[in-house]
Nanobody, 121 residues
């Protein structure tokens, strides 16, 4: 059974930082592309970042967020710096067998339950 479990969300002031983690089990982690998406209230889920052999970021987070992975412990991270109120959302990690970088949510096979990130102004 595949499980993705996010952690690390919380409340932070604008300009602050958070690091999200996504612990994965039930799949061959190194063989999967990992992605982060987010969904703000009243908005559609949007792509944030993805990693396979390379990394790829949405323009809105480029230069502020960093995605990384530790294949030894089956975990993907999202380091978020210089946070803005517009970054407030539920953040989800997702996984799909490796291929090219995937930036559309329907391309991903497995999802976590999400973790809330709230950035106050």
């Amino acid at each position: 059974q595949v499980q993705l479990v996010e952690s690390g969300g919380g409340l932070v002031q604008a300009g602050g930082s958070l690091r999200l983690s996504c612990a994965t089990s039930g799949l061959t982690f190194s063989a999967y592309t990992q992605g982060w998406f987010r969904q703000a209230p009243g908005k559609e889920r949007e792509f944030v970042a993805a990693i396979n052999w390379n990394t790829y970021y949405a323009d809105s987070v480029k230069g502020r967020f960093t995605i990384s992975r530790d294949n030894a412990i089956n975990t993907v991270y999202l380091q978020m710096n210089s946070l803005k109120p517009d970054d407030t959302a539920v953040y989800y990690c997702a996984a799909v067998p490796r291929g090219g970088i995937r930036s559309r949510d329907y391309e991903y096979d497995y999802w976590g339950q999400g973790t809330q990130v709230t950035v106050s102004s």
